[in-house]
């Protein structure tokens, strides 16, 4: 058995890096900013394993990222050849701030394992952005410097690098430390089957030490079909796609209007009555399940914690009576889309459809605090289509015999909006309204071996006005502003808007 003592800093190799097994770590991954980072390096495989895989590595350089490359390139399929290295890379930059590079792949066949000028060749592993799995992150400081971590793999082979165009400071490599975990955990779960968004804790960055963090992946879901997204977030602003066989989103969420926010609390409400609309949109327009959470997902993370920012001085700030009129969340645009199916071989202009889109936007106005006005407009609308049994006990196996084609194809088109309206004049509130209005329509074409039998619509709707003024004005405690608040959600059912 053979150990190296290994920095994360280049340095030259004295042994084969993959000579007669897979690297395995006897110290642990390398600390964040701020801590050490030295690791002995074991190289041999134990008694009685099957030998690993002969390796080619670009170069020389050592690092534990670099060697958790060779683990798992040895023991991951292609879906898990990712796992625990772009954090650690991240972290290792954070640790020296140093560029680094490094590629793997299987040896040739005939290649000795012990011949090291064979199996350190720059020539021969040029992988880098050849992968399946691509994974890059690009991290702004607030002085301007540039941080790129880009990973690839595939079934050939892992590559990884890390360039920063300037020097960082104590403070910007401590917040690049503190990303590690996040930016590992958003590359596990685009990896997972299905995939899965999770990019709170890249939500979460320093905004003393960073200015702006983006994440693209691009994973490979099967032969044909791969996993896209792209996500951004600053101060201002974070912005969401993802797209894949499953279908297709986007959230945008402004940052910009700080005043508006509430308390945790009163977020967390806002959430959770936003995903019920979401659920019931889904139930509703039979969605596929794995989208539905996804979005959800991504929805929640995209608004968790907005940070602290320094609001304006002069701007005119609200107080706890005005948030009771508002849902507390920062204003967004959000929608997400399903892949249209055709499900009836027979008559294939019949789509499965789904697509959902929700929104929020507030107005602040007034020339003071004593004359302010407040505005809160939510809207949502569904759209969707799908085939379903003719009775609740019935089999639905649609194809091109007439036998089959007993069915109904239903279509589904729902919107709702709601409007919060503050004002106050020389600092008396005078106004406290809610305007509610929700509409759902349902038409069911009914087939019956192949002819059109019955076609009905059924619409439905509800709109109301409440005057809230003698409530808001009365409220004098924290439980009576959340029982105002209750009514300011977002209904989608007409029969859930009481008159």
Same mark, same amino acid.
């Given at each position: *058995?053979?150990?190296?003592?290994?920095?994360?800093?280049?340095?030259?190799?004295?042994?084969?890096?993959?000579?007669?097994?897979?690297?395995?770590?006897?110290?642990?991954?390398?600390?964040?900013?701020?801590?050490?980072?030295?690791?002995?390096?074991?190289?041999?495989?134990?008694?009685?394993?099957?030998?690993?895989?002969?390796?080619?590595?670009?170069?020389?350089?050592?690092?534990?990222?670099?060697? *958790? *490359?060779?683990?798992?390139?040895?023991?991951?399929?292609?879906?898990?050849? $990712?796992?625990?290295?772009?954090?650690?890379?991240?972290?290792?930059?954070?640790?020296?701030?140093?560029?680094?590079?490094?590629?793997?792949?299987?040896?040739?066949?005939?290649?000795?394992?012990?011949?090291?000028?064979?199996?350190?060749?720059?020539?021969?592993?040029?992988?880098?952005?050849?992968?399946?799995?691509?994974?890059? $992150?690009?991290?702004?400081?607030?002085?301007?410097?540039?941080?790129?971590?880009?990973?690839?793999?595939?079934?050939?082979?892992?590559?990884?690098?890390?360039?920063?165009?300037?020097?960082?400071?104590?403070?910007?490599?401590?917040?690049?430390? +503190?990303?590690?975990?996040?930016?590992? +955990?958003?590359?596990?779960?685009?990896?997972?089957?299905?995939?899965?968004?999770?990019?709170?804790? $890249?939500?979460?960055?320093?905004?003393?030490?960073?200015?702006?963090?983006?994440?693209?992946?691009?994973?490979?879901?099967?032969? +044909?079909?791969?996993?896209?997204?792209?996500?951004?977030?600053?101060?201002?602003?974070?912005? $969401?796609?993802?797209?894949?066989?499953?279908?297709?989103?986007?959230?945008?969420?402004?940052?910009?209007?700080?005043?508006?926010?509430?308390?945790?609390?009163?977020?967390? +409400?806002?959430?959770?009555?936003?995903?019920?609309?979401?659920?019931?949109?889904?139930?509703?327009?039979?969605?596929?399940?794995?989208?539905?959470?996804?979005?959800?997902?991504?929805?929640?993370?995209?608004?968790?914690?907005?940070?602290?920012?320094?609001?304006?001085?002069?701007?005119?700030?609200?107080?706890?009576?005005?948030?009771?009129?508002?849902?507390?969340?920062?204003?967004?645009?959000?929608?997400?889309?399903?892949?249209?199916?055709?499900?009836?071989?027979?008559?294939?202009?019949?789509?499965?459809?789904?697509?959902?889109?929700?929104?929020?936007?507030?107005?602040?106005?007034?020339?003071?605090?004593?004359?302010?006005?407040?505005?809160?407009?939510?809207?949502?609308?569904?759209?969707?289509?799908?085939?379903?049994?003719?009775?609740?006990?019935?089999?639905?196996?649609?194809?091109?015999?007439?036998?089959?084609?007993?069915?109904?194809?239903?279509?589904?088109?729902?919107?709702?909006?709601?409007?919060?309206?503050?004002?106050?004049?020389?600092?008396?509130?005078?106004?406290?309204?809610?305007? *509610?209005?929700?509409?759902?329509?349902?038409?069911?074409?009914?087939?019956?071996?192949?002819?059109?039998?019955?076609?009905?619509?059924?619409?439905?709707?509800?709109?109301?006005?409440?005057?809230?003024?003698?409530?808001?004005?009365?409220?004098?405690?924290?439980?009576?502003?959340?029982?105002?608040?209750?009514?300011?959600?977002?209904?989608?059912?007409?029969?859930?808007?009481?008159?």
């Amino acid at each position: *058995m053979t150990t190296i003592t290994s920095l994360n800093r280049a340095t030259p190799a004295v042994a084969n890096p993959a000579t007669a097994g897979a690297y395995t770590s006897t110290s642990g991954a390398a600390n964040a900013a701020g801590g050490g980072s030295s690791t002995v390096v074991s190289l041999g495989g134990a008694s009685g394993e099957a030998p690993a895989k002969a390796l080619v590595w670009e170069n020389r350089t050592r690092s534990t990222a670099a060697t *958790m *490359m060779a683990q798992n390139f040895n023991e991951q399929a292609l879906a898990g050849r $990712l796992k625990n290295i772009g954090g650690e890379l991240l972290k290792q930059v954070a640790y020296d701030g140093e560029d680094f590079s490094q590629s793997v792949q299987q040896a040739p066949n005939g290649v000795q394992a012990n011949t090291y000028d064979m199996l350190v060749s720059p020539s021969q592993v040029s992988q880098h952005g050849m992968g399946d799995n691509q994974i890059a $992150l690009t991290i702004t400081t607030r002085s301007g410097v540039k941080v790129e971590l880009k990973l690839d793999a595939g079934d050939s082979s892992i590559a990884i690098e890390a360039h920063s165009d300037g020097k960082l400071n104590d403070s910007e490599r401590k917040a690049l430390g +503190k990303l590690a975990e996040a930016f590992q +955990k958003s590359i596990d779960g685009l990896t997972e089957d299905p995939p899965r968004i999770d990019l709170s804790g $890249l939500t979460q960055f320093d905004h003393s030490a960073l200015s702006a963090v983006d994440l693209k992946g691009q994973i490979k879901i099967n032969p +044909k079909e791969t996993q896209q997204l792209e996500f951004h977030a600053d101060g201002t602003q974070r912005t $969401l796609s993802f797209a894949g066989p499953a279908g297709s989103a986007k959230i945008n969420v402004d940052l910009t209007q700080p005043a508006a926010w509430g308390s945790k609390e009163q977020q967390a +409400k806002a959430l959770n009555n936003y995903m019920q609309q979401v659920d019931q949109a889904g139930a509703r327009g039979q969605a596929n399940g794995a989208m539905v959470d996804m979005f959800k997902d991504a929805f929640k993370d995209m608004n968790s914690d907005y940070g602290t920012p320094a609001v304006p001085q002069r701007s005119i700030l609200l107080t706890d009576r005005d948030r009771a009129m508002t849902t507390g969340l920062a204003d967004f645009s959000a929608s997400f889309a399903q892949t249209e199916v055709a499900s009836n071989p027979a008559r294939v202009t019949e789509k499965d459809t789904f697509a959902y889109e929700l929104s929020q936007k507030t107005f602040i106005s007034g020339h003071s605090q004593l004359d302010r006005s407040i505005s809160q407009q939510q809207q949502s609308h569904l759209k969707a289509a799908y085939h379903s049994p003719v009775s609740a006990d019935a089999a639905l196996a649609l194809d091109l015999s007439p036998q089959s084609q007993n069915y109904k194809y239903n279509l589904i088109d729902d919107s709702a909006n709601s409007t919060t309206s503050v004002t106050y004049d020389k600092g008396v509130l005078t106004k406290a309204t809610l305007d *509610m209005q929700a509409n759902q329509s349902s038409r069911v074409l009914k087939y019956t071996l192949g002819k059109l039998k019955d076609d009905q619509t059924t619409p439905s709707g509800n709109a109301h006005s409440y005057d809230l003024l003698s409530q808001l004005d009365k409220a004098d405690n924290a439980q009576a502003l959340a029982k105002i608040n209750d009514k300011m959600f977002l209904k989608s059912n007409p029969a859930a808007i009481l008159s």
